[in-house]
Each structure stands twice: as structure tokens, then as C-alpha cells.
């Protein structure tokens, strides 16, 4: 029951940067003159400030998830680029389903399938942001997807949480076989860590064995772009061209004498806009050896 070119991103914990590879991932495949879905389905809403759109309650989707309306898609939030808006209304989603299935109704795979059914033909890409901690949600996501990514950090908590969706993953499949692992995404280990990416390396080569690979492209540690590019409701490509901005209004102040105002904290975001850029090559090429691994299958 997987829909084409549909992405979920997941982990068994939070923070470790799965809003970020989503909106940044579908902001530069939409740049690319791709046409690309959104779909938020944390109740924390945060794809609303990395892409800058007004926060959203989740009311709407909630709505259309168990009702016979549309997704409610926020449209063009960049050229090309398409959102359906979470937020804290998806909290009831748990309850609501249990409700339903009690009552024999379709589960929430099922109704998920049947709404992008209706609309993935227009997009070349669809990618689901999905919670840590809810297992309906996170179950649906893969049960309609064609892959999924798991990004980590060093930590033994980010690992541990690569277990519990590896476990998910296994248990999916069995629904959906057509579930691939594209990969895994390295966040937060610096540049000059090679010890410590080759520890956390193997440590991923132990739970997930030789079922997904681990992506080439790592994505570094800058708090300040982060900070950046959420105040500013910026992807890390457009902080870049923001930053090359910021330092001139910093040269003209230092020559006239004058104070700068405002301005950003990053001097300088062009390698994190690299390591984004190949992050979605990589996923591209992946999704697309995916998709003829499922068809010779099919």
C-alpha cells in the first residue's frame, strides 16, 4: 500500500534534526524545479518556522483525518513547495483513532493511504515529518511510504532511538512491502570527529546490520545558523545568501563608523548549506533506486 517517491523521516527520539531534514530537503528539491509535499505531522508544528509560515493549530488536519475532507495543503509556501500544516491539535490523533477502531473503522494507514492516494500524482516528492513518541502516527507514516530515513546524533540515546524505529520498520514491512531504509543521516558530529563518526558508525552497523546504509554526507554542528534560519523562518540555502547580506551591512557600518543593527549570528552558513545540498542528492539518487528496486520486485 506504499505511495511513489513518499518519504517518511523518523527516530524514536527528539532533536535530533528530523524537521530540519525535511524542510531543508524538500526546499532544495522544490529549488531544483521539483514540484514537493510537506506533510508535518507533529503536533509541535515546527516545519512552520523553518519555512516561515504563520504556526498552525493541527485543527485542520486532524479534521481531514477523520472526516471525508481533503488535506488541508497550504500551497507555494516556496515555488513549488507545498505544506500540510501539524500542530498541537495531532495530539488527539491517538485517541481518536482508538476510538474509531473500537467502533471497527478504518485505522489511520488506511485513511492516510486513501488522502495521498488522491493527490500524489501532482508532487515528485512527498516527505512525512513524523513525532519520536507516537506510534500510530509513526506506524501509518511507514505503512504508506516507500522509504524512510532515520537521522542521529553521536549520542546513546539518538542510537538507541534508531533501535526502536528499526524494530517499527521490521514490523511495518509485514503490511507494507514495499518499505525500503534509505538510510541514515549523521547529525551533529563536527568536522574533525573521524574517531567518533567511525565509533557511531559501527555502533548503527550493529542494530541495523546490512539492512540500510548510512548516508555519505553528514550534517554538521552550527547552533548559531540553526538559530538563524527559525528566527529569520529561513532554509539553511536561503540563511547563506541572507549571511552574504548581513556581512556587507557589517562593512558598511564598520566604514562609516556606525553601529550595525540587528543582523544574524552565523558569519558564515555556506558549509551547513553544503552538507544539505548533498544530504538531498544523495536522497534523490536513493529514492530513485528505490523505486525501480520496487518495481523489478513488483
Request: overall charge negative; cysteine-free.
Amino acid at each position: 500500500m506504499s505511495i511513489h517517491r513518499t518519504v517518511t523521516v523518523a527516530q524514536g527520539k527528539g532533536g535530533v534534526g528530523k524537521t530540519s531534514l525535511v524542510s531543508n530537503i524538500g526546499g532544495l528539491t522544490a529549488a531544483a524545479g521539483n514540484r514537493v509535499l510537506i506533510l508535518d505531522f507533529d503536533q509541535q508544528g515546527n516545519v512552520a518556522r523553518d519555512l516561515g509560515y504563520t504556526p498552525n493549530s493541527g485543527d485542520d488536519l486532524l479534521t481531514a483525518l477523520i472526516t471525508a475532507a481533503p488535506l488541508p495543503i497550504l500551497r507555494n509556501v516556496r515555488d513549488r513547495l507545498d505544506v500540510v500544516p501539524g500542530g498541537p491539535a495531532l495530539g488527539d490523533v491517538a485517541a481518536v483513532m482508538a476510538s474509531r477502531a473500537q467502533r471497527g473503522g478504518e485505522d489511520l494507514a488506511d485513511v492516510l493511504e486513501a488522502k495521498l492516494s488522491a493527490i500524489a500524482d501532482d508532487y515528485d516528492l512527498i516527505l512525512i515529518d513524523t513525532p519520536p513518541g507516537d506510534r500510530i502516527i509513526v506506524t501509518a507514516a511507514l505503512t504508506v511510504s516507500r522509504a524512510v530515513i532515520i537521522p542521529t546524533r553521536p549520542d546513546e540515546a539518538s542510537i538507541d532511538g534508531v533501535t526502536r524505529i528499526a524494530e517499527r520498520f521490521v514490523d511495518v514491512r509485514e503490511r507494507n512491502p514495499s518499505l525500503r531504509l534509505a538510510g541514515v543521516v549523521l547529525f551533529a558530529i563536527a568536522s574533525r570527529t573521524t574517531r567518533l563518526e567511525r565509533d557511531v558508525r559501527a555502533s548503527l552497523a550493529q542494530v541495523l546490520g546490512d539492512a540500510a546504509p548510512v548516508f555519505t554526507t553528514r550534517i554538521r554542528h552550527l547552533d548559531s545558523a540553526a538559530a538563524d534560519a527559525r528566527r529569520r523562518g529561513l532554509l539553511v540555502h536561503e540563511l547563506e545568501e541572507a549571511s552574504i547580506t548581513d556581512r556587507a551591512a557589517r562593512i558598511s557600518a564598520l566604514r562609516s563608523g556606525t553601529t550595525p543593527t540587528g543582523g544574524l549570528y552565523a558569519r558564515d552558513a555556506s558549509g551547513l548549506a553544503t552538507d544539505y545540498e548533498n544530504i538531498a542528492r544523495e536522497l534523490l539518487t536513493r529514492v530513485a533506486e528505490i523505486e525501480q528496486e520496487v518495481t523489478v520486485a513488483s
